[in-house]
């Protein structure tokens, strides 16, 4: 089978998940990425990626290429999609679907569109600027042309539904993350303070300042370190509220080695995203690779970031926005037994593999490509 990925901005890290499914497809089927623009730079995608933009210069420089030219470049784009002669084209994100959908409809191919969040909240809104606009047009056409959507989560695709993505053309297809890459350490446990991890974006949306206050709150009674990695908006001002609590290390973005290496090391992932500009967290990726490597997770009940998780058993869900409950679901992990912790350790572990794992989720997508290719 030949695979046409494509999508808008294809920066690397962080979006592996655009990447990751075709990835491991590409040893039985030719695959490749079509993007608007492309910024690689993990040369182990495994994918070959190209780029209507030409990748020279800073990536900001690119975007707004891409940007200023979006009708220009979606047409190279469909050209290029269909000169692979692709069996089934797959387009990450409806709001860039343009030269997909015209590439699938060139090459008479089925075309899959994947709705990852910002899409669905882009078809939700009117007005707005000409970029707005433009994407939800396209989300719009996505949502009209499209053979099959795929929803990352149930309640991402409850929210697709009504704002206006077609019920009967539209599934849930959770993505999974690598239980080869993600796994937990070998060996004995890390010495020292319990650490609490969060990975993200230093944004409103992700909830970083309720987890520092919780953090603080719970610090005279529950030994503890926090680590905080990511970089974004509020990178400021999450150093100065963490500058005067030496129990808090703020480290900026990093590799996915070291990544994985900080969850592996840590008692709990807390991840407490949360409602902004009327947008919730369509999922929570992060949740499955910390699972993965055993550790346990905390998230807030808030759009898709519960699904990614038994509640209780692999990790504990708190009400949205409520800090003195995340402070609380801290506390209680950092609490437990070693029996008890490794217990829940063992249960995510297994809920990462057995259910949301990038092999389960490959499968599951490969039957909807050849459902579709005949």
Do not use: N
């Amino acid at each position: 089978m030949r695979i046409a990925l494509a999508t808008g901005l294809l920066p690397v890290p962080p979006t592996y998940f655009a990447l990751q499914h075709g990835a491991r497809l590409a040893g039985e089927h030719a695959v490749r990425m079509v993007a608007l623009a492309a910024d690689v730079r993990d040369p182990a995608v495994g994918v070959e990626v190209d780029a209507v933009v030409p990748s020279i210069g800073p990536w900001p420089a690119r975007i707004a290429a891409a940007l200023t030219t979006a009708p220009l470049s979606a047409a190279i784009q469909a050209r290029r999609i269909a000169a692979f002669r692709p069996d089934v084209v797959h387009q990450h994100f409806a709001t860039w679907s343009r030269g997909a959908l015209d590439g699938a409809a060139r090459a008479s191919s089925p075309l899959v569109a994947t709705l990852h969040g910002y899409d669905v909240f882009a078809l939700e809104r009117s007005g707005g600027s000409p970029l707005q606009r433009f994407h939800r047009r396209s989300a719009a056409d996505a949502a009209a042309r499209a053979d099959r959507l795929l929803a990352v989560s149930e309640y991402l695709a409850a929210r697709a539904v009504a704002a206006g993505f077609p019920a009967d053309r539209l599934d849930v297809h959770y993505q999974g993350v690598d239980t080869d890459l993600f796994t937990p350490r070998p060996g004995s446990a890390e010495r020292g303070a319990p650490r609490i991890v969060f990975i993200g974006a230093l944004a409103e949306r992700k909830g970083v300042d309720d987890l520092l206050a919780a953090s603080i709150a719970i610090a005279p009674t529950a030994e503890h370190r926090l680590v905080v990695i990511g970089d974004g908006p509020l990178d400021a001002t999450v150093r100065a509220a963490a500058a005067p609590h030496p129990h808090i290390d703020v480290l900026g973005s990093l590799p996915r080695d070291a990544v994985r290496e900080q969850l592996r090391g840590a008692r709990a992932l807390v991840l407490p995203t949360r409602l902004h500009e009327g947008r919730r967290e369509a999922a929570g990726l992060v949740l499955l690779e910390a699972q993965a490597c055993g550790v346990p997770v905390i998230a807030y009940r808030s759009g898709g970031a519960p699904e990614m998780l038994e509640d209780g058993r692999t990790g504990i869900v708190v009400d949205e926005d409520d800090v003195r409950a995340l402070a609380g679901a801290v506390s209680d992990i950092i609490g437990l037994t070693d029996r008890d912790w490794g217990e829940m350790s063992a249960r995510a572990r297994s809920f990462a593999v057995d259910r949301r794992s990038l092999t389960t989720s490959v499968a599951r997508l490969a039957e909807i490509y050849r459902e579709l290719s005949g």
